[in-house]
Nanobody, 115 residues
């Protein structure tokens, strides 16, 4: 069983920064691809960033150069550093991983970008 707990969301002004964290339970963490998704009101959930067990990363085009995904395998935690935020980044952000036993999601953390 895998449990994911996100934190770090909040209200930030345009151009500001936030760092999201996702703490994962389970010894499989270091072997898993970990992902951040987001879902804005009235929109489909979209993949924002992913990081492989070896640290290879991939990003949604609209966040490239502004967001950075990273992982600390010793702490079973992944991060999403978000810089130069804009209103279009407003969404609930979810941590996700898929194992042979299932597709796991955290509860989400709200990010609101507004002046």
């Amino acid at each position: 069983q895998v449990q994911l707990v996100e934190s770090g969301g909040g209200l930030v002004q345009p151009g500001g920064s936030l760092r999201l964290s996702c703490a994962a339970s389970g010894s499989i963490f270091s072997r898993n691809v970990m992902k951040w998704y987001r879902q804005a009101p009235g929109k489909k959930r979209e993949l924002v960033a992913a990081i492989s067990s070896g640290g290879i990363t991939d990003y949604l085009d609209s966040v490239k150069g502004r967001f950075t995904i990273s992982r600390d395998n010793a702490e079973n935690t992944i991060y999403l550093q978000m810089n130069n935020l804009n209103a279009e980044d407003t969404a609930i952000y979810y941590c996700n991983t898929v194992t042979k036993n299932g597709d796991y999601w955290g509860q989400g953390t709200q990010v609101t970008v507004s002046s």
